[in-house]
T-cell receptor, first 111, second 115 residues
Framework: QKEVEQDPGPLSVPEGAIVSLNCTYS??????FMWYRQYSRKGPELLMY????GNKEDGRFTAQVDKSSKYISLFIRDSQPSDSATYLC???????????FGKGTRLSVIA | DAGVIQSPRHEVTEMGQEVTLRCKPI?????LFWYRQTMMRGLELLIY????????DSGMPEDRFSAKMPNASFSTLKIQPSEPRDSAVYFC?????????????FGPGTRLLVL
């Protein structure tokens, strides 16, 4: 079993839709949960960061962590064509350990 | 700051040739990471350095791959000899040290095609 599983999509939604992106993970020691956004032919950029369980909101984006289920989510409200990108979850445990990335979900928001 | 700089941006080479990818991390960052990204395998960590010292190279696929960081502002990833299955986008990333420094900054990547 891979440490982090993510549905690669592709996912296509109309403009204004609510988007839900998800990852599952296997290592209960993971404590830091991140979402990176990668536009075509660019490097990934950090979008959201959450420590331990709970929710975090930033504008139209909400990151949710459920450690009991080993499940993390990213919600995008009022999706825009500019949100079209690949979204990668990234997780790590404590200390200075490196990130483990999901494969990424490719999202297209159609105007 | 210019961000993480990688060169070349594109590389096309023939099987058996040596390939050298270069990276300049953000000034002052303590950690440098090399990743490889393919459709099939996603983003894979190859090796990372802390203060110019290699910490974990368990992701390096074979002895054909080697990485060095001779100083805080420069790193190379070398493939010798290259094979078609090495075709991928190679990213370099850097970040500050400290357990609350979570943001890794990625470079634009090098697209490698081995014919």
């Amino acid at each position: 079993q891979k440490e982090v599983e993510q549905d690669p999509g592709p996912l296509s939604v109309p403009e204004g839709a609510i988007v839900s992106l998800n990852c599952t993970y296997s290592n209960s020691a993971f404590q830091y949960f991140m979402w990176y956004r990668q536009y075509s032919r660019k490097g990934p950029e950090l979008l959201m960061y959450t420590y331990s369980s709970g929710n975090k909101e930033d504008g139209r984006f909400t990151a949710q962590v459920d450690k009991s289920s080993k499940y993390i989510s990213l919600f995008i409200r009022d999706s825009q064509p500019s949100d079209s990108a690949t979204y990668l979850c990234a997780i790590r445990n404590s200390g200075n350990t490196p990130l483990v990335f999901g494969k990424g979900t490719r999202l297209s928001v159609i105007a | 700051d210019a961000g993480v700089i990688q060169s070349p941006r594109h590389e096309v080479t023939e099987m058996g040739q040596e390939v050298t990818l270069r990276c300049k991390p953000i000034s002052g960052h303590d950690y440098l990471f090399w990743y490889r990204q393919t459709m099939m395998r996603g983003l894979e960590l190859l090796i990372y350095f802390n203060n110019n010292v290699p910490i974990d190279d368990s992701g390096m696929p074979e002895d054909r791959f080697s990485a060095k960081m001779p100083n805080a502002s420069f790193s190379t990833l070398k493939i010798q000899p290259s094979e078609p299955r090495d075709s991928a986008v190679y990213f370099c990333a850097s970040r500050l040290g400290g357990i609350y420094q979570e943001t890794q900054y990625f470079g634009p990547g090098t697209r490698l095609l081995v014919l």
